[in-house]
């Protein structure tokens, strides 16, 4: 009997939503490590909730209702919406230069060019070991020092690795708190989203296993390479899922949640909370796109969530994904284990766009 089998899908859908659950659970089936789960949020209620599979890396522990995971870079609007939040409180000017918050930051930079990942600054010149991601001051250091590798606002790549620090970094020199503690104590207690950057050991018990990480796909380019390898370690099960990682903060990537959790970022976001109006319109709208120069493939992005005609949201390597389709009034959240292809989010999200009555992506 395989984890899925064993682990099999619990949860709930709304009458309606059915087809959702089937599609889940054959991609669930599927997975040939640990589990995964999906929420959607729609018309003021949520329509799906659903989980299953293993959460350890052995097969013996199942995923419950309140697993976390490491969704990768579905970690990177929730430090986004620190910054956000500053901006809306008027402690944070968007069009600043970053230099006016962080002195030693070399790159001439705005605020704006660090949410949109226009900054420049995606990969580190020199060698880094692993450990200097548990050191934040240390990593901070070597981000500040570091010359952009194109004039910032004249192009756009995503800063795989250190998007977070970069927003972290300002966050913390307003206010005084890491991301970690200020997301917790000002987004999600608040709004009741069960995500976190920098687990408690009480957090960690309940903490999903990555699996299958030797079959995520990487892309060409030097860049690319230097911009996702360097520190070295994010793709290795030994770092990844070690006590030590986890307990860090590395806010590009290492974020855990639920899929609720994810998801109740966006349906927030929906419903006019978290920021105002006229803030979440800007961070919905086109800073810039074309072709990133990290990825090598065209996007578009707006203050800290990739965007296109149907909404806003981010993925992360290996599967995980978050967003909200404006269109259609609805928040997805998909997260797993089982590293690999976006493919599975698609098909799970096109069975809750078919029981809207929307057309699949």
């Not at 918050?101 to 001439?108: L, N, Q």
């Not at 620090?165 to 913390?172: D, K, T």
């Not at 590395?250 to 006019?272: C, E």
């Not at 959240?333 to 989010?345: I, K, N, P, Q």
Request: hydrophobic letters at 40%.
């Amino acid at each position: 009997m395989t984890p899925a089998e064993r682990f099999g899908v619990q949860g709930t859908v709304e009458p309606g939503y059915e087809d959702v659950r089937d599609a889940f659970a054959a991609v669930l089936t599927e997975q040939h490590g640990t589990g995964a789960a999906a929420s959607a949020w729609h018309d003021g209620r949520w329509i799906v909730d659903l989980w299953g599979g293993a959460a350890s890396a052995d097969g013996g522990v199942g995923w419950q209702r309140d697993s976390i995971v490491q969704p990768y870079s579905v970690s990177k609007p929730f430090a986004a919406i620190c910054a956000l939040t500053l901006i809306d409180r008027g402690l944070l000017d968007l069009d600043a230069p970053v230099q006016r918050y962080w002195p030693e930051f070399t790159a001439h930079a705005t605020v704006r060019h660090v949410l949109s990942h226009q900054a420049g600054v995606v990969a580190l010149d020199e060698p880094a070991p692993t450990g200097v991601f548990y050191d934040w001051d240390a990593l901070c250091a070597l981000l500040a020092a570091q010359q952009p590798a194109w004039p910032p606002g004249t192009a756009h790549g995503e800063s795989a690795l250190f998007y977070g620090h970069l927003v972290g970094e300002i966050v913390r020199r307003i206010d005084g708190r890491g991301l970690g503690r200020f997301l917790r104590d000002e987004v999600c207690l608040p709004a009741s989203l069960d995500f976190l950057v920098g687990l408690t050991p009480e957090d960690q018990a309940r903490t999903v296993d990555l699996t299958c990480l030797s079959e995520i796909e990487t892309q060409p380019g030097e860049l690319y390479r230097r911009a996702t390898g360097n520190p070295p370690g994010t793709r290795d099960p030994a770092v990844v899922n070690s006590t030590a990682w986890r307990a860090a903060e590395v806010p590009a990537i290492n974020g855990h949640g639920t899929a609720r959790g994810v998801a109740g970022l966006y349906a927030a976001l929906l419903r006019g909370e978290l920021l105002s109006h006229a803030l979440l319109q800007e961070t919905v709208s086109v800073q810039c796109s074309g072709v990133d120069r990290v990825f090598g493939h065209e996007n578009a992005w707006g203050l800290g969530f990739g965007v296109d005609d149907e909404g806003f949201g981010m993925g992360g390597l290996g599967g995980s994904y978050g967003g909200a389709c404006s269109s259609g009034g609805y928040a997805f959240a998909f997260v797993t284990g089982t590293m690999g292809s976006h493919e599975r989010t698609e098909r799970v999200e096109n069975a809750v766009r078919g029981a809207i009555g929307l057309p699949s992506i």
